[in-house]
C-alpha cells in the first residue's frame, strides 16, 4: 500500500522518498559529527583564525559544488524525474546580502553553528542547542512577517 502525501503545488512525493531523505539526512548528520564539522571548539578555531581544518572543509565543499554545476551545464543533467535542471542566478542586493551575511555571521558566531548542524546537534543530545533552533525559527517567522516591507 502506498501512503502519499501533498506538497503544496509541487505535486505529490511517496513517503518512501520521505525517508530516503531522512535517511540520507540522518548519515550526513553523522559525517558532521565525525568529521568534528559542528564542534563549536573547530569553529570558534576558524573564527579566531587558528586552524585551516573548517577553512578546508568549506573550500572542499565549495569546489565541489563548482565541480557539479559546471557537470550539469556541460552535459545538459536532468533531474532523477527527467526535469530539466534550471540553474538561473538572482540578482545582488547589496543591502540585503550584507545585513543578512552579517546576522548570519553574528548567530553563528554566537551559537558556534550554522542552522543545518543544530538538528545535527540535537541528535548527539546537545539540549541546550534547541535555545538555538529556537532563535532560528524565530527569525525565520519574523522575515515571513517583515518580508513584504523589506527591500528586495
Known sequence: MSST????????????????????????????????????????????????????????????????????KAFNLRAVDGAQI??????????????????????WALTGACPGPLYALLGAGYWAVLLAVAGALAGTVAYGYLKPSLPH
Open 5 to 72: 502525501t501533498t506538497a503544496g503545488t509541487t505535486g505529490t512525493i511517496r513517503l518512501g522518498a520521505l525517508l530516503k531523505f531522512f535517511v540520507i539526512g540522518v548519515y550526513f548528520g553523522i559525517v558532521l559529527i565525525k568529521g568534528e564539522v559542528i564542534s563549536w571548539f573547530r569553529i570558534q578555531e576558524m573564527f579566531h583564525f587558528r586552524s585551516f581544518y573548517m577553512y578546508g572543509v568549506l573550500g572542499s565543499a565549495v569546489a565541489v559544488g563548482v565541480l557539479s554545476v559546471a557537470l550539469i
Open 86 to 107: 534550471k540553474l538561473a542566478g538572482k540578482p545582488f542586493n547589496r543591502i540585503g546580502n550584507l545585513a543578512g551575511g552579517i546576522i548570519f555571521g553574528f548567530g
